[in-house]
């Protein structure tokens, strides 16, 4: 099994930033690609960012381009979500999820195809 856990949300005013990371653990490690999604009370759990595990490729949701930055730390495991310019419509319960088995050198965009998933951490950005 796979377990990814999260952390580093919390409370910050529009405009300022903070980093989310999620660490990856288990026997069932292998290489996959990580993606961070979102879901705000009453909508659905919508794409944020995600990158390769083993080769550096990108991909960001239209939203928060030019705002967030995905990264990770092979040697830790961990992926991280750096969030600048932060605004209340950023508010939401942040998930990291892992896929397995990418099929394709571009990280994944769709739920579904995310293997596992963490518990989420709550960002909320107050105006």
């Known amino acids: 099994q796979v377990q990814l856990v999260e952390s580093g949300g919390g409370l910050v005013q529009a405009g300022g930033s903070l980093r989310l990371a999620c660490a990856a653990s288990?026997?069932?490690?292998?290489?996959?690609?990580m993606g961070w999604f979102r879901q705000a009370p009453g909508k659905e759990r919508e794409f944020v960012a995600a990158?390769?595990?083993?080769?550096?490729?990108?991909n960001y949701a239209d939203s928060v381009k030019g705002r967030f930055t995905i990264s990770r730390d092979n040697a830790k495991n961990t992926v991280y979500l750096t969030m600048n310019s932060l605004k209340p419509e950023d508010t939401a319960v942040y998930y990291c999820a892992g896929d397995v088995n990418p099929l394709s050198t571009i990280p994944g965009t769709r739920r579904d195809v995310y293997d596992y998933w963490g518990q989420g951490t709550q960002v909320t950005v107050s105006s």
């Open positions: 990158i390769s595990w083993s080769v550096i490729v990108t």
């Open positions: 288990g026997r069932s490690f292998t290489t996959y690609t």
